[in-house]
Every structure is written in structure tokens, then in C-alpha cells.
């Protein structure tokens, strides 16, 4: 409670409130709320509660937190140095892009709690240096993000190795079918809390639209002319595709901007680099894929802009989840063209809310599908004569040689073809000398 109030919380969130007693009477937790709400202490401080007493054997791990990107799996191990500075635990952060060799020392050790990527923490199980025996407790966080980058199979592989009688809590903002069939499978009588309505926004968000040119050149204009009305003091903009996040970094740092990218194609160091400087306050504009789209805490963030549309619509919900937290106000921008009309109505449906627009709205929705698609050519009339494609004339050719079985199946006089017709090899046609 000292390190939770040296940190400056005062009152619980809902999801913290209503998910913390269950946990510490050792019940599985089945926890949905927005992303901002506070679901890492809402873990966090019954581990280190419940594992207050006893020591981690070497190899031998008390308990197990799972995550899917390794730069939320950093954030969670911060946090837990913060809530658990007054505890004696050990923490063993296992992603890739670090050396094996490291990892190893800390889980020779003895670690109390294991924070790890699924992938990295069966690359330690499958070389013998990690046994998932001792796990009395179990989280799986951002647990649909789990589901949409295909982890779902080492999560069943991971349950299975952990003992029968742990605890299990799942955490999520979002609860496909998916999830839904592994929570029936792996958690027990689970108590379920939902802090808010499962792919809500937070209300403190103000969202808007704005209609843009599909022409690169002329998006980036628009983007920019977007950025210069704000008063941002950090943003993250977001774009679907790898290649599109270097391409506006590079633009926008030509334009002056203090602009760094992050992406899954960069290296661990790079990428902590990157969002070290941006919490730091040492660049203003984070131009990322959606690899930043889930779980990081950056407090100040004060508008998010969806450069491109995402093409799943929970992926919007915790685009712009990364503004407006804590109680915050934030602004998210999204910027839309006439492809992205499909894209905008499934997010509509699933916030169940009409987002505005941030200029005069275009004349109608249709509009966007026409624009979208080329328009088609009028029939021509009737009596009008069909115009050629081209005015140059065809150059003359002689007329190919048709030498398809079928096509002499008789010669020119209509007479059945007899032996091997036209298609006599050349050898066969040499003059041979009479004996």
C-alpha cells in the first residue's frame, strides 16, 4: 500500500476494485474493460500479495504473466518494480531480442514472477532451462491480442504444462469467440467482471473523421494541415502497414516534425529507444503500427491519429486508447478515404455510436462507395456506331499458319488428309539414294 500510494493512485478503478478481492481469495478472474482502466495493477498487486511469502526455487518460477508484445511485456515488469519496491521478489522479463545468456543467470536465480512472450518463454522450456511446475498463479493479458496474432495454440500448449490446481486470470478490452472457448477450457468457476461494456471507448475521447484524397502526396498534405490545428503536446499516429509507417516518418521529419517510428521489423534496443524518447518528451509524434496498439501507458498522450483506417475494428478501440486515459482528455483523429467506407461502418457498429465528422461530412455515404469504385461506362446507343480503340492502323500480317492437329484434319482440295499430312518432319522430305 506504501508503493501504491508513493505512486500517486488514491482511489481504485472499477476494474481494480471489483477484480482485486476475488483474485486474493484465489478465484479465477475473467476481467473485461476498456484499455486505460488499470488492469495491470489490477494482476499485479494480488501476485504480490499472495506470493509475499516463500521463496522461487531455481528454474522453478511462482508465477507466470503472459503478453503479447514484448514492449508491453517491458511495461508490465515496470510496473511491478514500482508496485513491489518494498518486496523481496524476484522478476525474470523474458522477450526476444535479449540474450539468452542473460535470462538464463536471472532464472538460475530463483525468480518469483516471470513475465514473458509466449514464444520466448517455450524457446527457455524447450531447452530445459525453465519448468512451469511450481506456478501457482497464472495471467493472460490482452488476451484477444493473443488470438489476432495466432499465440492461441502456445497458450493451450503453456496451460497444459502449468499444474491443475493454479490460479487463472484473463484479462482483455475485447472477448472473441475464441477466448470465450479457452476461458471454458482453462479457468475454473471463474468470477466475471466487466468494468465496462466489452469494445467501448472511453467517454473522455473525442472522436472525429476526416475525409481525405486516396493520392499519397495529397493525404500526407491533408495529415499535416490535421496536425497544425491541434494543440498536441505527444501523439501517436498509427498506420496499417510497416512500409507506411518509414514512409510518413520520413516525410514528416522533412517537414520539421520531431517524429520517431516504431514497428515489429525494428530491433528490441531500437524499438525501446523509440518509446523511451517519446515518454521522455523528447519527440512530440510516435508514427507506429499496431505493435503500439495495445496496453502501453503513456500518460501524456494527448491525441492518437488513425492515418490509415484499421481494418479490424477492435483495432480501433485500442488505437485510440492510448489518449483519454485515467480520467485524461483525449482526441483521436482518424482519416478516412473512399476504400475505408466498409471498415468505418464495422467500427461504427461495434463502439454502437456514429462518430462525427471533424469538416462538412461528404454528401453521403454512397458517395464514398462511388468514389471508392471506378464509375462505369454508359452503354452506347443503339444506332451509334462502336468506336475503335485506336485510330492507328493495324499493320498487315500474313496469316499464321494453322498447325493444330485439328485444323488438318483435311487439306485444301477437302479430301481426308492421309499419313502424316502437313506435319512430315523435314529429315523425311531429304531425296534418298535409289539402290
Known amino acids: ?231 498536441v503536446s505527444n501523439a501517436i499516429v498509427f498506420c496499417n502497414r510497416k512500409r507506411d509507417v518509414g514512409v510518413l516518418e520520413r516525410s514528416m521529419r522533412k517537414h520539421g516534425y520531431k517524429v520517431v517510428c516504431l514497428h515489429g521489423d525494428m530491433d528490441q534496443s531500437a524499438r525501446m529507444a523509440a518509446l523511451a524518447a517519446f515518454r521522455d518528451n523528447e519527440i512530440t509524434y510516435l508514427v507506429a503500427s499496431d505493435v503500439a496498439a495495445r496496453g502501453l501507458d503513456i500518460p501524456s498522450v494527448s491525441h492518437v491519429f488513425n492515418y490509415d483506417v484499421p481494418s479490424h475494428a477492435e483495432d480501433y478501440v485500442h488505437r485510440i486508447g492510448r489518449t483519454g486515459r485515467a480520467g485524461r482528455k483525449g482526441h483521436a483523429f482518424s482519416l478516412v478515404m473512399p476504400a475505408d467506407k466498409k471498415y468505418l461502418g464495422a467500427i461504427e457498429k461495434l463502439i454502437g455510436q456514429s462518430i462525427p465528422w471533424a469538416e462538412k461530412e461528404p454528401a453521403s455515404k454512397a458517395k464514398l462507395v462511388s468514389e471508392a469504385k471506378p464509375a462505369e461506362k454508359a452503354p452506347a446507343a443503339a444506332d451509334e456506331p462502336r468506336q475503335k480503340r485506336s485510330s492507328r492502323p493495324k499493320p498487315s500480317r500474313p496469316p499464321a499458319k494453322r498447325d493444330r492437329a485439328g485444323d488438318s484434319a483435311r487439306n485444301n482440295s477437302g479430301k481426308p488428309v492421309t499419313g502424316l499430312g502437313d506435319h512430315v518432319p523435314a529429315f523425311l522430305l531429304r531425296s534418298a539414294r535409289e539402290t
Open 1 to 231: 500500500m506504501a508503493s501504491v500510494a508513493e505512486a500517486g493512485y488514491e482511489n481504485p478503478t472499477e476494474i481494480q476494485k471489483h477484480g482485486i478481492p476475488p483474485a486474493l481469495a484465489g478465484r479465477d478472474v475473467l476481467g473485461l474493460a476498456q484499455t486505460g482502466t488499470g488492469k495491470t495493477a489490477a494482476f499485479a498487486l494480488p501476485i504480490l500479495t499472495r506470493l509475499e511469502k516463500g521463496r522461487a526455487r531455481a528454474r522453478m518460477p511462482r508465477s507466470l504473466i503472459l503478453e503479447p508484445t514484448r514492449e508491453l511485456a517491458a511495461q508490465v515488469a515496470d510496473a511491478l518494480r514500482i508496485y513491489g519496491k518494498n518486496h523481496k521478489l524476484n522478476m525474470a522479463l523474458l522477450i526476444g531480442g535479449v540474450s539468452f545468456g542473460d535470462q538464463d543467470r536471472i532464472l538460475d536465480r530463483g525468480a518469483d514472477i516471470v513475465i514473458a512472450t509466449p514464444g520466448r518463454l517455450l524457446d527457455h522450456f524447450e531447452r530445459g532451462k525453465l519448468m512451469l511446475s511450481a506456478i501457482e498463479m497464472m495471467i493472460v493479458d490482452e488476451a484477444d491480442r493473443m488470438l489476432d496474432m495466432g499465440f492461441i495454440p502456445d497458450i493451450e500448449r503453456i496451460f497444459k504444462l502449468t499444474p491443475f490446481t493454479r490460479q487463472t486470470l484473463f484479462f482483455s478490452a475485447t472477448m472473441p469467440a475464441e477466448i470465450s472457448r479457452i476461458t471454458n477450457t482453462f479457468l475454473h468457476n471463474p468470477v466475471k467482471i466487466e468494468a465496462s461494456k466489452p469494445s467501448s471507448t472511453a467517454a473522455t475521447i473525442e472522436q472525429k473523421l476526416l475525409s481525405v484524397s486516396n493520392k499519397p502526396a495529397e493525404k500526407r498534405a491533408a495529415f499535416r494541415k490535421l496536425v497544425d490545428t491541434q494543440e
